[in-house]
Each structure stands twice: as C-alpha cells, then as structure tokens.
C-alpha cells in the first residue's frame, strides 16, 4: 500500500483526517458548484444549448439575478400562510419542485414557510442515526464529534442551498426543542413492550405506524425481524417520531399556518407532520414525482398512495373520451415498455420475443399460463390495508400451492425488477422468501427473476389471466384485454376492470374456474385505458418548469426556467392550478387541460 494512504488510515490519524474532510467539504463543494455555474452561464450566453450539471445553489442564484424587476415588485404577504414541510434535504428533485412552489406562491401574495429539521432527530428515514444524539451500540460506525453529525450537516445545507436562498421566511426544529425532549421521549419508549411498538399512540398520532413505516424503508424489508439490530432502529424512530410529534405541535403554534405541504405524507417525519395537521383541522396537501417526465402528483389531505385508492371513480369516469385521449395513452403505454417517457425505467432493453419467454421458462404453449406480478416487498407494505391476505407473502405462498394442484395450468411468477434495478432494492427478496418457503417448486411454476430482461408486457400479453397484489401495473395489464385478478389494496381495486377479492375463499373460488374466464370485453378495456388516462395525464400534472436525468431520481434536478416571471399567476395553467390547491385546499390536482400538452408530445 501506498505510505502515505497507509498513514492516513491509520487508526491514530483517521480521526483527524475525517475532521478534516468534512471541514473542507462544503468549500470545495461550493466552489465545483461556482465553476459548473460559471461554465453553464458561459454556454448561456453563446447559446450553444450545451449545459453541464450544476447544483440548485447554481441555478436558483442565476434565476435571482435575472429578476430584479419581480424580486422589487413582490406583493405583500398577506395570503394564507403555507407552512412547507421540507424536513429533510435529500432529494434534488424534490427541493426542485418544493422551491418552484415556494417562489410561485409568494409571486401570488401568499406566505410561504419552509420548514427544516436542522440536525435535531436522532433518526429519520434518510438518516438511522441521525445526529447521534442517542447511542448508536455497535450497530453504527464510531465517529468522531464532528462527523457525527455530518449527515445532517448535508441535509441542512442541501436545504440552505435551495429554499434558502430564496425570499421567503424559514423555521426549523432547532428553535423549538426544549432541554428534556429526548430525554422524555427516550423513558416513554423504554416503558413499552417491543408488542406494543407498533400499535403506540402519542397524543393521538399513531407513531408506532410512522415508525415501522420508516423501519420498513430503512432495513429494505416488508416484514421486520425479531432481532437486536431491528429492535434498536424501531426504539429510534419511536423515540424520534415522539420528538416529531412535539415539535410538530409547538411549531403549529407558533406559525398558525393554514396549510401544510408535505412530500409523500409518509415516514417519521412527514407522515407525523401531515397527521398532527390533520388532527388540528389544517388543510394538508402531499407531493410526489411521479413516472412521467417533469410531473408532480398531487393529494388533498393525506398521502396520494391512500387518495388514489379510495378517490371516486366519478373523477374520471365523468371525463369525457376522445380519440385523442384514447390515441395518447395508447401511445404512452406503449412507451412504458421501455421507459422513455418516464423518470424511472426497471427494464429499457426488454426481451420482448415470445418464443424466448416460452424457450427461456420451459413453458408447454398448449397449456395456459397465468402471471403473477409482485412488488417490492416493504414499498408495497407502507400503503395498503390487505383484503384478501395478510400480506404479499402470504399471497404468494398460498397461491404457487394453489397451483400444484392444478397441473393443467401453468404460473409465472415475475420478480418486480425494480428489487435490482430501483433506486432502492430489498434486503427481502421475493425469490429467496420463495425458495425458503418452498424449497421444490411445482413443475408447472416458472420464476423470472428481477434481474431478468424478459418483459413483463409480453408475459401480459400471452397470459390467460394475471394476478396482483399492489403493483400499480395493473390498468396496463387489463387494458390490453388480460383478465385481472386483484388480491390486495391497489388503486386498480374498484375501478371496473378487474375481478377484486376481498377473502382467500372468493380468490381460490376464483382461480378454480380462471381457465373460463372470457377476455376483457371492450367496455372493460376502456375503462382500463381511460383510467390510465387519468392517472398518468391528469392526476400527473405537467410541470416542465423542472426535469430531472432519467433514471437519476435523487439528484442532478434542473430548473427548466430564466427568472421568476415564468412563475407569475398566468404562465403557467398547471402551476396556477397546483397553487390555488394549496390555496383553498379544494380545488382538485385534476389537470382537465392535458390533452393538449399530451397530443403536441404524441405529435
């Protein structure tokens, strides 16, 4: 090894070389933003339409310098005041889409509060351990002081280098914590039992939820284990969902807002914040960035996973239905194949031959097959109540034994890819808790694993019927005329084009005769392509005043905008319609105007 890479490691000296680093972080971050900054303005004003990634800081600071004239003519803020729960920092794209509604809605008289954590929780969903304020026993790295705290120390500066910059007023947890907090919320944990974890109620917000909510997304797994490790990170979000709710209160209090907005309405953090507002009457609205390219979703009242079930049919079922329409999902549901018009793609170099699909799993073409499509295990398990099984496991299992007694089908079980090829994977893969249930398969059930490139739409396509649980592929599935089976929670359930079970009886009453089930008949199919009009056009509203690189969900966000008059009331009809949401905390995130943005994309 190299001396002095083997100097710098030593036990004595790494330390004070980690100390260092992070002092010296920010500043050599700072200055790669400035140079990228000042290559982008080059590029800018020789128009050579080149542009190299740069931070937020970068872009927002340039968007200021070009509007003086807005920046000197804001009105008052004497609107309502909307408290924005950013919390955390990570997340390029979300601090894209937070700040452009941050600024939009000061440019229209209202009172916009960022909100941040400021390195106060001592676990959150991005962070297990938080500002190491609570002992980490040996399931964490020992650090020194100072970088202890560094992760925070990044998140609040992601935020600093975005909302921060920008003229409106910020509040943080930071002023709101008192001397026995931790110390309180600590004893209150420490006198549950580990039973009694999940069901705990903190001032009438259901912490124990939000805290196995955050457990599931941080171990990568749907269904805990009883060990030491799953023990300490479960007491850690307790105890912080605790502080959560506290200052969550006395900020309320102090900034009376009349709205919350919140990013997926889930977690330790944003799912407290979003349920102590519900609990105290303020209206509450939750983000997300969906699928399709530079497009926000929206929800009134709760997490967009929960409205999107329960939403009435009436929404869309009332819409009226143009071959236009019906030509532009056709035309982006063919695209989801490969990806190309979304964010995030699982499969964009599918293996779409059917002969390879039937060579590759050894299936008999004269028997027909039935597909059974998974989900990523713990994402699945934040948001649905189950109906007819407990869990995705339990559904699974229950369903491969089902069709050992009937060798005249065949099943196909397809591995959701999105277990490797996702931002983030499982530490539960369906594959392994298969093996491990089931050692030897039934002859007549075949598994694609996640890493396999054979396409789901084709297995759709040769399929007799599919069964899910909670993957959203369902209306895709059911509008190329594939019988549906739905077994769990979805937002498929309910919507006319499927067969949904609500008990393991009516599911196997149901497998018994699925070899008889007829295909879609034509109402059914578009019914399934005008919900997925719906869904991926309306309820996904256009916003292309951001975009992000494919496949990058997390970082490299760019503001697709010069100056702060491209937010002004009128320039934009979907900007102006997520605002007067927030702002009356009515108005449906129902874009009626997409067909014209869609049909100019087909075209």
């Given at each position: 090894?190299?001396?002095?890479?083997?100097?710098?490691?030593?036990?004595?000296?790494?330390?004070?070389?980690?100390?260092?680093?992070?002092?010296?972080r920010?500043?050599?971050?700072?200055?790669?933003?400035?140079?990228?900054?000042a290559?982008?303005?080059?590029?800018?004003?020789?128009?050579?339409?080149?542009?190299?990634?740069?931070?937020?800081?970068?872009q927002?600071l340039?968007?200021?310098?070009?509007?003086?004239?807005?920046?000197?003519?804001?009105?008052?803020?004497?609107?309502p005041?909307?408290?924005?729960?950013?919390?955390?920092?990570?997340?390029?794209?979300?601090?894209?889409v937070?700040?452009?509604?941050?600024?939009?809605?000061?440019?229209?008289g209202a009172?916009?509060?960022?909100?941040?954590?400021?390195?106060?929780?001592?676990?959150?969903?991005?962070?297990?351990?938080?500002?190491y304020?609570l002992?980490?026993?040996?399931?964490?790295?020992?650090?020194?002081?100072?970088?202890?705290?560094?992760?925070?120390?990044?998140?609040?500066?992601?935020?600093e280098?975005?909302?921060?910059?920008?003229?409106?007023?910020?509040?943080?947890?930071?002023?709101?914590?008192r001397?026995?907090?931790?110390?309180?919320?600590?004893?209150?944990?420490?006198?549950?039992?580990?039973?009694?974890?999940?069901?705990f109620?903190?001032?009438?917000?259901?912490?124990?939820?939000?805290?196995?909510?955050?457990?599931?997304?941080t171990?990568?797994?749907?269904?805990?284990?009883?060990?030491?490790?799953?023990?300490f990170?479960?007491?850690r979000?307790?105890?912080?969902?605790i502080l959560?709710?506290?200052?969550?209160?006395?900020?309320?209090?102090?900034?009376?807002p009349?709205?919350?907005?919140?990013?997926?309405?889930?977690?330790?953090?944003?799912?407290?914040l979003?349920?102590?507002?519900?609990?105290?009457?303020?209206?509450?609205?939750?983000?997300?960035?969906?699928?399709?390219?530079?497009?926000?979703?929206?929800?009134?009242?709760d997490?967009?996973?929960?409205?999107?079930?329960?939403?009435?049919?009436?929404?869309?079922?009332?819409?009226?239905?143009?071959?236009?329409?019906?030509?532009?999902?056709?035309?982006?549901?063919?695209?989801?194949r490969?990806?190309?018009?979304?964010?995030?793609?699982?499969?964009?170099?599918?293996?779409?031959?059917?002969?390879?699909?039937?060579?590759?799993?050894?299936?008999d073409?004269?028997?027909?097959?039935i597909?059974?499509?998974?989900?990523?295990?713990?994402?699945?398990?934040?948001?649905?109540?189950?109906?007819?099984?407990?869990?995705?496991?339990?559904?699974?299992?229950?369903?491969?034994?089902?069709?050992?007694?009937?060798?005249?089908?065949?099943?196909?079980?397809?591995?959701?890819?999105?277990?490797?090829?996702?931002?983030?994977?499982?530490?539960?893969?369906?594959?392994?808790?298969l093996?491990?249930?089931?050692p030897?398969?039934?002859?007549?059930?075949?598994?694609?694993?996640?890493e396999?490139?054979?396409?789901?739409?084709?297995?759709?396509?040769?399929?007799h019927?599919?069964?899910?649980?909670?993957?959203?592929?369902?209306m895709?599935?059911?509008?190329?005329?594939?019988?549906?089976?739905?077994?769990?929670?979805?937002?498929?359930?309910?919507?006319?084009?499927s067969?949904?079970?609500?008990?393991?009886?009516?599911?196997?009453?149901?497998?018994?005769?699925?070899?008889?089930?007829?295909?879609?008949?034509?109402?059914?199919?578009?019914?399934?392509?005008?919900?997925?009009?719906?869904?991926?056009?309306?309820q996904?509203?256009?916003?292309?005043?951001?975009?992000?690189?494919?496949?990058?969900?997390?970082?490299?966000?760019?503001?697709?905008?010069s100056?702060?008059?491209?937010?002004?009331p009128g320039?934009?009809?979907?900007?102006?319609?997520i605002?007067?949401?927030?702002?009356?905390?009515?108005?449906?995130?129902?874009?009626?105007?997409?067909?014209?943005?869609?049909?100019?994309?087909?075209?």
């Amino acid at each position: 090894m190299n001396p002095i890479r083997s100097l710098l490691n030593a036990p004595i000296v790494r330390p004070a070389v980690a100390d260092a680093r992070s002092l010296v972080r920010p500043h050599v971050k700072r200055a790669k933003g400035a140079i990228k900054g000042a290559i982008n303005d080059l590029h800018l004003a020789l128009s050579t339409g080149k542009l190299v990634d740069e931070p937020l800081r970068q872009q927002w600071l340039r968007i200021l310098r070009n509007s003086e004239d807005e920046l000197s003519n804001l009105p008052p803020a004497t609107g309502p005041k909307v408290l924005l729960a950013t919390a955390y920092g990570f997340g390029g794209a979300m601090l894209a889409v937070e700040s452009i509604f941050a600024m939009a809605l000061r440019m229209r008289g209202a009172n916009p509060v960022s909100l941040r954590c400021d390195k106060v929780l001592p676990a959150c969903e991005w962070n297990r351990f938080g500002n190491y304020s609570l002992p980490v026993e040996g399931f964490g790295p020992e650090l020194t002081p100072r970088t202890q705290v560094e992760t925070c120390r990044i998140c609040t500066e992601w935020i600093e280098n975005s909302l921060g910059l920008l003229p409106i007023r910020e509040s943080a947890f930071t002023n709101h914590l008192r001397g026995d907090d931790l110390q309180r919320a600590t004893r209150l944990v420490d006198s549950l039992s580990w039973k009694d974890y999940k069901t705990f109620v903190y001032r009438g917000v259901r912490v124990g939820e939000h805290a196995l909510a955050s457990l599931m997304r941080t171990t990568l797994r749907g269904t805990p284990v009883d060990d030491a490790e799953t023990r300490f990170l479960w007491r850690r979000y307790l105890i912080s969902g605790i502080l959560v709710v506290d200052l969550a209160e006395r900020v309320y209090d102090e900034e009376q807002p009349d709205c919350v907005v919140a990013v997926h309405g889930v977690y330790v953090t944003h799912g407290i914040l979003c349920e102590v507002a519900r609990n105290r009457g303020i209206s509450v609205v939750v983000y997300g960035i969906p699928y399709r390219k530079s497009t926000v979703l929206l929800s009134h009242g709760d997490t967009y996973h929960r409205t999107l079930v329960t939403e009435p049919t009436s929404v869309w079922e009332e819409m009226e239905w143009t071959a236009e329409r019906a030509a532009v999902i056709d035309e982006y549901l063919h695209s989801r194949r490969f990806g190309t018009k979304d964010q995030i793609s699982y499969n964009g170099d599918p293996v779409e031959d059917r002969d390879s699909l039937y060579g590759e799993l050894g299936l008999d073409p004269a028997k027909p097959v039935i597909s059974l499509f998974t989900n990523v295990i713990w994402d699945a398990q934040l948001y649905h109540n189950y109906n007819a099984f407990e869990n995705l496991l339990e559904w699974l299992y229950a369903t491969v034994r089902y069709f050992a007694t009937r060798p005249d089908l065949q099943l196909v079980v397809r591995v959701h890819p999105a277990e490797v090829k996702g931002p983030l994977s499982t530490n539960q893969p369906i594959a392994e808790e298969l093996a491990r249930e089931i050692p030897v398969l039934p002859a007549n059930v075949k598994v694609i694993p996640a890493e396999s490139r054979l396409s789901s739409y084709t297995l759709a396509e040769v399929s007799h019927a599919a069964l899910i649980y909670g993957t959203k592929m369902g209306m895709e599935i059911a509008a190329i005329g594939t019988p549906l089976i739905v077994a769990g929670e979805t937002l498929n359930r309910g919507k006319g084009y499927s067969y949904d079970v609500e008990s393991p009886e009516e599911y196997f009453a149901l497998l018994d005769r699925v070899q008889d089930l007829p295909r879609n008949s034509p109402e059914m199919v578009e019914r399934a392509r005008k919900y997925a009009y719906h869904f991926f056009y309306r309820q996904m509203i256009d916003l292309p005043l951001y975009s992000v690189r494919s496949g990058v969900h997390l970082a490299s966000p760019r503001l697709e905008f010069s100056s702060l008059a491209e937010l002004s009331p009128g320039r934009s009809a979907t900007l102006d319609l997520i605002c007067r949401g927030i702002l009356d905390g009515q108005t449906l995130f129902v874009n009626d105007d997409a067909e014209a943005g869609a049909a100019a994309a087909v075209g």
